[in-house]
Nanobody, 126 residues
Framework: QVQLVESGGGLVQAGGSLRLSCAASGLTFSYYTMGWFRQAPGKVREFVVAISGSGGTTYHADSVKGRFNISRDNAKNTVYLQMTSLKPADTAVYYC???????????????????WGQGTHVTVSS
């Protein structure tokens, strides 16, 4: 059974930084593209960033390019989301997800992700 557990969320001031972690178990981690999505109150869940199984390719939503970076440690079965220059608009619940599809065409499509974490709250104050 696949389990994804996010951590690292919290309250931060605008302009600050935060690092989220997602620990995975029950899967061959390096075989999976890992993504981060977020959902703000009253809004649909949206793609943020993703990373290929090897870590060699990353994908970013335009809204976070230059501010957010994704990385992974396959030895620790963990994926990270480093967020900098945070804005109030980044306030959301952040979810990590695992997909067996590694394609730029589908990486932002949440229906391509098989497993999801429970989410971690990020609040950015102005």
């Amino acid at each position: 059974q696949v389990q994804l557990v996010e951590s690292g969320g919290g309250l931060v001031q605008a302009g600050g930084s935060l690092r989220l972690s997602c620990a995975a178990s029950g899967l061959t981690f390096s075989y999976y593209t890992m993504g981060w999505f977020r959902q703000a109150p009253g809004k649909v869940r949206e793609f943020v960033v993703a990373i290929s199984g090897s870590g060699g390719t990353t994908y970013h939503a335009d809204s976070v390019k230059g501010r957010f970076n994704i990385s992974r440690d396959n030895a620790k079965n963990t994926v990270y989301l480093q967020m900098t220059s945070l804005k109030p608009a980044d306030t959301a619940v952040y979810y990590c997800a695992a997909s067996q599809v590694d394609s730029a065409r589908y990486v932002a499509d949440l229906t391509q992700y098989d497993s999801w974490g429970q989410g971690t709250h990020v609040t950015v104050s102005s």
